[in-house]
């Protein structure tokens, strides 16, 4: 039965310094339903990995990171993550909630073998003996696709090529059965291929394991047939959120039309000549949209007002005063 695992309200991240604050995040709204895939997109510095560190509680003091982060898996009383203590969060980091980072060779440690790591980590999350734990982990290495579990398990990170390495990375998100896996870029350093081929683990996982998946991505060629729903996020506002298939067919938000051609552009070989100004550049020089400054359909409205939030009929949540038409 698909139900709300995940509910983001009116979320904000801030960064506080002494003399003042800045909003990298704001008036990020969505839901994730039970054993679907949403894909945020877009571009480097919109704060795309940002939000699943907000997600996590796991920004460093000076970010201020206001909302709820609403999660529940059916069985029990909502719960909102971003007023849980330490203490109280990690418990969800290691049972409920799975996190792959954009770099898997980070995340291991170079003096342990793969399955000692993915071992302890099994023990440590599920509250079992070693022996257990080490045929947990060697299902595990199989389970996320490594052909020969026993070797991995002896194998040390430097020895792993790109596309192990997010697979031992992967196993280990997995160590503690979560509902939620939340992914950051997992494609960007896999040839096609290995790209293509790791998009249907995840696929295979959420049918098999009853995984949720909030995936940031870059990867236009797999979201539409993967994704239910899509988060588009510019300078730290999600400008579009709907139904994949739907945004994909018929972006509304200028951006998103923006981001879809040019990815189309390059798919059939063609040049694309450079966005001017460029993300940073736009999203400080203006004070009403962010986007006004390289928008192909801006009026003058759009530069000292921020954008407005528009519900369509189709359940598109947007933020533009002109949004395109179908």
């Known amino acids: 039965m698909s139900f709300p695992l995940l509910q983001v309200i009116n979320l904000k991240v801030e960064l506080i310094r002494p003399e003042s604050s800045k909003s990298l995040l704001q008036e990020v709204n969505f839901e994730l339903r039970s054993q679907e895939l949403l894909a945020v997109i877009g571009e480097s510095g919109g704060g795309k990995s940002l939000l699943i560190k907000a997600l996590l509680k796991l920004l460093p003091p000076h970010f201020k990171v206001s909302g709820q982060i609403i999660y529940t898996d059916g069985n029990e009383q909502p719960v909102d993550l971003n007023h849980l203590s330490e203490k109280e969060i990690n418990v969800y980091r290691r049972r409920k909630i799975g996190v792959l980072f954009q770099e898997p060779l980070s995340g291991l440690n170079p003096v342990l073998s793969c399955g000692t790591q993915l071992r302890d980590a099994v023990a440590f999350a599920r509250e079992v003996s070693f022996a257990e734990a080490h045929e947990i982990a060697l299902n595990l290495f199989a389970t996320v696709g490594l052909l020969e579990p026993a070797a991995i398990y002896c194998t040390y990170p430097h020895q792993l090529s790109g596309g192990m390495a997010q697979r031992v990375a992967l196993a280990l998100a997995l160590a503690g059965q979560p509902r939620l896996l939340l992914i950051d870029e997992p494609t960007s350093a896999l040839d096609c291929i290995a790209r293509r081929e790791f998009m249907d683990l995840i696929q295979n996982l959420r049918q098999t394991q009853d995984l949720t998946v909030f995936m940031v991505t870059h990867d236009f060629a797999n979201i539409a047939q993967i994704a239910a729903k899509i988060l588009v996020l510019y ?92």
Do not use: I, M
Not at 287 to 308: E, I
């Open 235 to 326: 300078a730290g506002l999600p400008v579009e959120y709907g139904d994949a298939d739907r945004l994909w067919r018929q972006p509304h938000h200028p951006y998103t039309h923006l981001l879809f051609t040019t990815y189309q552009t390059l798919q059939k070989g063609e040049t694309v000549a450079p966005s001017s100004p460029k993300l940073s550049d736009s999203a400080s020089s203006s004070n009403g949209c962010s986007f006004a400054p390289r928008c192909p359909v801006v009026q003058d409205h759009c530069y000292p007002n921020f954008p407005s939030y528009q519900l369509l009929p189709d359940g598109t949540r947007l933020y533009c005063h002109f949004p395109l038409s179908p």
